[in-house]
RNA sequence: GGCGGCAUAGCCAAGUGGUAAGGCAGGGCUCUGCAAAAGCCCCAUCCCCAGUUCGAAUCUGGGUGCCGCCUCCA
């Protein structure tokens, strides 16, 4: 059921249809994290986005192949790793985990491969042999760099000229560079850091040659789509595209994919600037399936704002999506089977129509946020389909497919109750509740309130229903 | 200064030529011992100005405001 998907290419700043390199297969290069802090917020969003753009994918049938890289050799863990006292590698190790555990916790899919920098280094080097090779990079006591110059069309993806960015270069330039747009493929070592031997030295890969080294080895030139955040357009994106496209001669990525910012009071959220959220306190403090929600509330490319609050704002909406799944689900064990009426066809059509309209969504440049509106539909449909009475078996198993396929596997920010603790929570709770039923038969609603009221400060919700009493966390 | 983007109800947020999705909050009603949940109804003409068009939130030009990148950054 392979239906025509556009995406917004950052390259032609257009929407266009999605043609694979190999029909039926999809190959993804997601910028990772250098991991040498906590994870943070910001991380989570194309991580959860790339999620979901993959399992659509996959549902529409399509074979995927998803790399992600960690730049595990860098300024950055080097600094720490001199503060602390501890090898690079140890640092990164620690945050790589760490980083995983995240999106473990927010139910992010693995990628195929995870390449790290310091295990790619004779890669590395054989594309940078290669470019001083071509005449497009040269070597410097040690450094080697790469020459904006010799590449056309260098500016191409993040519509820069060159002028412009030599004149607006802020920091000091390296006199060693022959342009000061210039920028290292190789560093040569300094006392303390990781290094490893190299035609022009020992030394180690600057920033930008590893996401073009390990693409090439794990997709290959000319793979579908690469993505990450917006603030990787320029320099990384831009030099990669250098990189890659002055070896091989052909385009690195057939559509670049960039995700918005995280912002706090209008302000990127960023280490550097120090106004970072840890995903690992939210993940503690709310149901990874609520941070998906928000996540995904927003259209991909723009940016998103959070604030203390914001996610218990979010709960209200995404409950009543979740409470409509679970409800249906129990709905479902008793529904009845039989002839189809004209209301229960009726609103059969109608959920046909909504699940459609999530696909059309989702097809439209992954339009979540969409797709989540649409969501809501269906669930307003089938809550006024019980509430007048259907009670259709065929009718609830659309809504609970419906329900269960886009919000839970899809886009995942479905909870289905699976945290409801078992055993003697569930006895207990099955005993209190007999009780209160026993008062309420015997109008006694004081005492009934009473635990009603209890329950509610411990966090238990009661609801009297006439199917009798439910209640949840 | 250069480049890119955004501006839709109290808040969040879809919507690229045909007369404003959805969520939260708010108001009214139904159900109900009460409450909750749920349902029904109500709640915007789209930053400003000028154009193009039979018709524009959607296209063009000019403003204003905000954000991102140009330095590490998802």
Redesign the pocket.
């Known amino acids: 059921m392979k239906r025509e998907i556009r995406v ?1 290419n ?1 390259l032609t ?3 266009e249809v999605f043609v694979p390199r190999e029909p039926g297969k999809v190959s993804v290069y ?5 991991p ?2 906590d994870t ?8 959860v986005v790339w999620d979901v753009i993959i399992r659509f994918l996959r549902h529409l049938g399509y074979e995927t192949l998803h790399v992600q890289n960690f ?1 595990d050799v ?3 863990i080097i600094q720490r790793s001199l503060e602390e006292g501890v090898p690079a590698l140890e640092i990164s190790k620690r945050y790589i985990k760490e980083y995983l555990a995240s999106m473990d916790a927010l139910g992010v899919q693995r990628a195929d491969y995870y390449p790290k920098v310091s295990e790619h280094i004779e890669e590395i080097i054989k594309l940078i042999q290669g470019l001083v090779d071509k005449g497009h990079a040269y070597a410097v006591e040690g450094d080697v760099f790469f020459s904006v110059a010799s590449f056309a069309e260098y500016g191409k993806l ?4 060159l002028e ?2 030599r ?5 000091e330039v390296d006199p060693k560079k022959r342009d000061a ?1 210039d ?1 290292a493929l190789w560093k040569a070592a300094k006392p303390g850091e990781p290094a490893w031997d190299s035609p022009w030295g020992r030394g180690r890969p600057g ?2 040659i590893e996401c073009s080294a390990m693409s090439l080895k794990y997709l290959g030139e000319e793979f579908d789509f690469h ?10 994106h831009e030099n990669e595209i250098a990189q890659s496209e002055a070896a091989t001669g052909r385009p690195l990525a057939r559509y670049w994919v ?6 706090l009071k ?8 120090g106004n970072i959220v840890s995903l690992k306190r939210l993940l503690e403090e709310y149901p990874p399936a609520l941070l998906r929600f928000y996540l995904l ?9 959070y604030y203390e609050g ?1 996610l218990e ?2 709960k ?6 979740n ?2 799944a679970r ?1 249906l689900r129990e709905d479902l064990a008793e529904a009845q089977e039989g002839e189809l009426t004209a209301f229960d066809q009726e609103t059969l059509d109608n959920l046909e129509r909504y699940a459609d309209e999530v696909v059309d ?1 989702l097809s ?2 992954f ?1 979540t ?2 797709a ?6 269906v ?6 389909y ?3 009475g259907g009670f259709h078996r065929q009718v609830l198993q659309k809504g609970w497919d419906i329900l269960q396929l886009w919000a839970g596997e899809i886009l995942g920010v479905l909870e289905l109750g699976q945290q409801r603790q078992e055993g003697l929570t569930d006895g207990l709770m099955e005993l209190i509740l007999a009780i ?1 039923e026993e008062l ?1 038969r015997e ?1 006694n ?2 005492l ?2 009473r635990i ?1 009221d209890q329950l509610a400060e411990l966090g238990v ?6 199917q009798g ?2 209640w949840k966390v």
């Not at 993505?227 to 990384?236: A, Q, S, T, V, Y």
């Not at 509330?297 to 704002?305: G, I, K, N, P, V």
């Not at 209200?316 to 999506?321: E, I, K, P, T």
């Open positions: 917004y950052t700043q257009e929407k997601v910028c990772g994290v250098t040498y802090a943070h917020l910001g991380h989570a969003r194309p991580s730049t860098d300024d950055k993040s519509k820069q000229k412009e960015l004149e607006g270069t802020r920091f747009a920028f920033w930008h993505g990450g955040g917006n603030d990787l357009i320029f320099p990384h960039h995700s918005g910012m995280i912002t209008d302000t990127k959220m960023s280490k550097s600037l509330s927003t259209h991909y490319r723009s940016s998103l704002e914001k704002e979010m209200r909406g995404w409950s009543r999506l409470e409509a409800k969504a439209d440049d339009n946020a969409m989540l509106g649409v969501l809501f539909d669930v307003r449909e089938i809550n006024s019980k509430h007048k209160r309420r109008r609603f004081a009934a309130d009603r919700v009661v609801e009297d229903t006439p009493p439910r």
